[in-house]
């Protein structure tokens, strides 16, 4: 197991930012492409952005670019989502995953997940 272990949701009105943070623990998270993804109630859960392991290259899904942003801090282990302009159909369950293979858009790509963090977007 890679214990990932997420933070920083909560409940946000709409425009409002949240910085949601993943540590990673040992260090082979450094070595892999990771990614966020969310699941709202009765949805599947879907993709939101991904970050090369050198940080190199992002990802976004289409319904968060411009909004979200993706970071990553090897020497510490975390992966963070700067989310800005939030929307009410952005409340969700946040994830954080480690990609192991395939396509970083699936979950079926991920190999190791965190235990989610809530974020609501309400007024």
């Known amino acids: 197991q890679v214990p990932l272990v997420e933070s920083g949701g909560g409940l946000v009105q709409p425009g409002g930012s949240l910085r949601l943070s993943c540590v990673a623990s040992?260090?082979?998270?450094?070595?892999?492409?990771m990614g966020w993804f969310r699941q709202a109630p009765g949805k599947e859960r879907e993709f939101v952005a991904a970050?090369?392991?050198?940080?190199?290259?992002?990802y976004y899904a289409d319904s968060v670019k411009g909004r979200f942003t993706i970071s990553r801090d090897n020497a510490k282990n975390t992966v963070d989502l700067q989310m800005s302009s939030l929307k009410p159909e952005d409340t969700a369950v946040y994830y954080c995953?480690?990609?192991?293979?395939?396509?970083?858009?699936?979950?079926?790509?991920?190999?190791?997940w965190g235990q989610g963090t809530q974020v609501t977007v309400s007024s």
């Open positions: 995953a480690r990609w192991r293979r395939g396509s970083y858009y699936t979950p079926s790509g991920y190999d190791y």
């Open positions: 040992g260090r082979t998270s450094s070595s892999y492409t």
């Open positions: 970050i090369a392991q050198n940080g190199g290259r992002v």
